[in-house]
């Protein structure tokens, strides 16, 4: 079973993604912000991150960067809201393999996951 890792501070958002992506067969555990998430991760590494870029604490690209510095291979989807153009770049440039503007269509994000994780298969 594939493993994911959401982080968003807004809980309706997690938990829309969270009942998506466990009707889809996947475990998913969820984290409200950076250190949190990043907690997670070093307990037990997720397959992939649904990583929003704005967050209280430690945000988005922080986080991002500090993933891929410890744990390079796994691919990280960013969530941003409308107008944050300068972050999601800054996002791609430090390791994302891609974005979501929000309100995103939730099936795009899952079909996104899906080829992310299916592509080493």
């Known amino acids: 079973m594939k493993s ?4 968003d501070d807004q809980a309706g958002i997690r938990l ?9 067969g996947f475990e998913a555990r969820l984290a409200a912000n950076g250190a949190e998430a990043l907690q997670l991760i070093t307990e037990k590494e997720p397959d ?3 990583l929003d870029m704005k967050m209280p604490g430690i945000d988005g690209v922080e986080v991002l960067k500090r993933l891929k510095k410890d744990w390079p291979r796994i691919p990280v989807i960013m969530m941003t809201a409308y107008g944050e153009v ?14 979501f503007t929000k309100p995103f ?4 994000v899952r079909d996104a ?3 992310i994780l299916h592509r080493g298969e």
């Open 48 to 50: 992939c991150v649904l």
């Open 113 to 115: 996951v899906r080829e």
């Open 16 to 24: 829309l993604l969270n009942e998506v992506f466990t009707k889809e």
């Open 105 to 108: 269509n939730i099936y795009e």
């Open 86 to 99: 300068e972050l999601t770049e800054e996002a791609i440039k430090n390791g994302a393999e891609k974005y």
């Open 4 to 7: 994911l890792l959401i982080v």
